[in-house]
């Protein structure tokens, strides 16, 4: 319980001065992050896995620029999402979203509704797929955008930390990104259409 207390920076302080079980404290709270951000650019398991270590391993390496100024959970997110651009690039293809967890996907208030349904599973797999398929239409600056503030639940500010650039440009690039899915999403799905303009 006593280590639960503990803080971020207080395990990266720790970790500097020599004790890695600290780190791995880190690390347990917060690879499931970690790995649900990863999933919407990677879809092999092992390419997911390599990315999660690659991603870890370097925020140890670089554990002595963290400043403490944004949130570990921000400066991690920031390597990660590097992690997996640089990763695309070099395999010369573009991002593909990609989850198995449809509730990772799916509006958590919709999937409350539809827990009850007898069919609610096999909807929940048809909202990640659509999701998934209109997430793989957006360019990469758009993708990113959407990713952490809808799925991953990320404030305005940590986003421009995160990915350097104004919390105006943030909201630009949000404005713009949630067009975009929709119109990718009733291109795919005309039948979501009524869903896409509730929202």
């Given at each position: ?5 503990i803080d971020d920076a207080a395990l990266v ?81 573009s991002p593909i979203a990609s989850t198995d ?53 990320m404030a305005y500010q940590d986003m421009a ?39």
């Amino acid at each position: 319980m006593e280590e639960q207390a503990i803080d971020d920076a207080a395990l990266v302080r720790e970790t500097l001065a020599g004790h890695q079980s600290s780190f791995q404290l880190l690390v347990e709270r917060h690879e499931a992050r970690v790995f649900a951000l990863l999933r919407h650019y990677v879809k092999n398991p092992v390419e997911l896995e390599d990315l999660a270590q690659e991603t870890f391993l370097k925020a140890f390496k670089r554990l002595d620029s963290f400043e403490g100024q944004a949130s570990f959970y921000t400066w991690i997110y920031r390597i990660a999402v590097n992690t997996a651009l640089d990763h695309l690039k070099k395999k010369s293809r573009s991002p593909i979203a990609s989850t198995d967890d449809p509730e990772v996907l799916a509006d958590p208030q919709q999937v409350d509704a539809r827990i009850c349904a007898p069919h609610a599973a096999l909807e929940r797999e048809e909202i990640a797929r659509a999701t998934q398929a209109a997430l793989a239409k957006l360019p990469e600056i758009f993708r990113t955008v959407l990713i952490l503030r809808e799925f991953e639940d990320m404030a305005y500010q940590d986003m421009a930390d995160l990915l350097g650039i104004s919390i105006g440009t943030i909201e630009s690039r949000l404005y713009r990104a949630r067009a975009r899915f929709k119109a990718a999403l009733l291109e795919l799905h005309p039948e979501y259409g009524e869903f896409a303009d509730d929202e």
